[in-house]
């Protein structure tokens, strides 16, 4: 408990804006829905940080006690953060409250990547068997995001066996760790140097990319989303060295990995890490600060900056949105134009009108459209083709047309 009582208690609240808006419930796990998650109807943009492991305690615990972890996971929340990616198996009690603060958990299963892991088949097997019990160990608790049943295989490695062997045992970890939680989210991180490893089995894309140059960042995610396609993208570690680079440097440049990451489509981020405190191989490691706090939990000015990238997420609040017209072009369209003006009315978007062209229906398209507040114009049916080109008013600002039938 001795780091928990030096904790700075500077790190009390925030606005509420930058809390979470996704409830953590029993029941309702997160799912892929086009290229970003969601829980429920609602989208889930991932906002997170690594955590741990940390110097293992008596016990075995990578994770320090509940009474720091609650703290810890506080204030994470306080600050905008809603996930957390730990590297091993947590204890159920971390899941517990991780679900408490509204925070999920990215689930990292680990085992001996960085060796020729495939040239014993009893070995291969082990590795399968710890995956599944790890999975067991948490299947089902409200607080998991997803499961990573890889991080990183070096890339001489994957070059040793050849992508299509490393790509099959993946494949095969997969299933068995799906078997044990068929509800649950998995993917694999990845790295820039095996890009190339095609894995279109995996539930949503995940990379660790370090790049201090802000336009070969936004580059390189551009060709990430090319090769993630239909799926999601999360970044899932970014971040900079703040005892190399100091911590002014590590503020500005969070801000803006924060921001182009999500101006680039990502379903979300983790940053590496929470804390400057990170234990690895048998060691503390004490030459590298990449936390937003430091050991003792004393914030570092990127936790600010962070917190208020993390607000403006996907898009800044006070961005000037262009007036959109939504032309929606229908001939006998009455079995359908109801759901579709429901789902406009969904529409998160701030400054948009619709217009209900009826073009020329002899059901009740124009009376269901009318009970929903848009402009409906009848004409003559005249077809799609120039029913799409209507601008309002002779204005000409783009128009989305759609049509329903």
């Not at 099959?168 to 649950?184: I, M, N, Q, S, T």
């Not at 929606?328 to 209900?356: F, H, M, P």
Request: aromatic share 12%; glycine share 10%; net charge neutral.
């Amino acid at each position: 408990m001795g780091l928990f009582h030096q904790v700075s208690t500077d790190l009390v609240t925030a606005p509420e804006s930058v809390r979470h808006t996704v409830r953590v419930a029993a029941g309702v796990r997160p799912h892929v829905g086009g290229k970003f998650l969601f829980v429920g109807a609602q989208k889930l943009y991932v906002r997170g940080v690594t955590y741990g492991p940390f110097h293992p305690q008596a016990d075995g615990c990578e994770y320090h006690d509940p009474g720091i972890v609650d703290h810890d996971f506080a204030q994470m929340a306080v600050h905008g953060i809603n996930a957390v990616r730990v590297y091993t198996v947590p204890p159920p009690w971390l899941l517990d409250i991780a679900q408490h603060h509204g925070l999920r958990v990215m689930v990292g299963l680990p085992w001996e990547q960085h060796i020729a892991f495939l040239d014993d088949k009893k070995r291969a097997k082990a590795i399968e068997r710890r995956l599944r019990e790890g999975v067991r160990a948490c299947a089902g608790h409200p607080g998991i995001l997803c499961y990573a049943i890889g991080n990183e295989i070096p890339a001489p490695i994957v070059r040793w066996y050849g992508r299509r062997r490393v790509e099959r045992y993946l494949e095969r970890l997969y299933r068995a760790a799906k078997a044990e939680d068929p509800g649950a989210l998995f993917t694999y991180v990845n790295y820039p140097t095996t890009e190339y490893l095609q894995l279109p089995f995996v539930d949503f894309v995940c990379f660790n990319v370090y790049l201090e140059h802000q336009a070969r960042y936004g580059e390189y995610l551009a060709r990430l989303q090319n090769l993630a396609g239909n799926r999601p993208l999360i970044m899932a570690e970014i971040g900079l060295d703040s005892r190399r680079h100091g911590d002014s440097v590590q503020a500005r440049t969070l801000e803006w990995q924060v921001r182009t990451a999500f101006a680039a489509g990502c379903a979300g981020i983790f940053l590496f890490a929470w804390t400057d405190e990170w234990y690895r191989g048998g060691y503390d490691i004490e030459d590298w600060d990449f936390g937003l706090t430091r050991r003792d939990r004393q914030p570092k000015p990127a936790l600010e900056v962070v917190r208020e990238a993390f607000a403006d997420v996907p898009f800044p609040k006070d961005l000037p949105w262009p007036k959109i017209s939504v032309v929606v072009c229908s001939y006998n369209g009455a079995r359908t134009i109801r759901d579709c003006c429901k789902a406009l009315l969904s529409l998160d978007y701030s400054n948009y009108e619709v217009i209900v062209v009826n073009d020329g229906s002899t059901d009740a398209t124009a009376a269901i459209a009318s009970e929903y507040g848009f402009q409906v114009i009848t004409t003559p049916n005249r077809g799609v083709e120039q029913c799409a080109q209507y601008r309002h008013g002779g204005g000409d600002r783009g128009d989305c047309g759609l049509h329903g039938r």
